[in-house]
């Protein structure tokens, strides 16, 4: 498994908010409707020791935002900030933050949270692949969907996704397959009109 540490750090303006300086301080009103000034999407991110983030304020805003707050930044760092301090995380998740979002250097951080998971996702290794199952399985219409199956992905939201349609393939091949049911509906009504 992998050690990883999320923070989240919530600032008094909208962190992903570039272009205009007063909506991206304004947090008046009530903005709980996702209207909020700023990227709305996962972010991805290679200048960064976190991957992918999102402000969760504006991703979420039904459980994250909060009138007269702004941006909920969410990052996950991978295992090499595992062994620093939570201040240090934050302190550095923060630097990371307004080098990806320069505007955001003119806003505050007013609260933090880290936590650190020493076992959340599985390490890849080589050689690994064999042991996971594939989707079709021996049974008849028996499959396996989720992201420890055999498919492109690590295990992750995105894997889950790729073993899905990965069933869905499966099934509709089957279904249109010699044995599937469009062939039974076939045999079944030759069947029915060689009876009669």
Request: aromatic share 10%.
């Amino acid at each position: 498994t992998v050690p990883i540490a999320t923070v989240q750090l919530r600032f008094d303006g909208w962190v992903t908010e570039m272009q205009d300086d007063v909506a991206m301080m304004d947090v008046s009103g009530d903005k709980s409707d996702g209207k909020a000034p700023g990227i709305d999407n996962l972010l991805y991110s290679a200048d960064a020791e976190f991957s992918c983030f999102a402000d969760l304020a504006l991703t979420s805003p039904g459980e994250y935002y909060k009138e007269g707050e702004g941006s909920l930044i969410q990052a996950v760092f991978d295992e090499r900030a595992f062994g620093r301090s939570e201040e240090q995380i934050v302190k550095d998740a923060i630097d990371q933050v307004n080098a990806l979002f320069p505007s955001s250097k003119k806003l505050k951080c007013t609260w933090s949270s880290v936590v650190k998971l020493g076992q959340s996702l599985y390490r890849e290794k080589p050689g690994q692949d064999k042991f996971r199952p594939k989707q079709a399985t021996p049974i008849e219409n028996f499959f396996l969907a989720g992201s420890y199956t055999y498919q492109d992905y690590l295990d992750s939201m995105e894997g889950a996704t790729r073993s899905g349609l990965m069933v869905a393939d499966e099934i509709i091949a089957r279904a249109d397959g010699p044995n599937g049911l469009a062939a039974k509906a076939r045999a079944n009504a030759a069947a029915t009109e060689a009876s009669a």
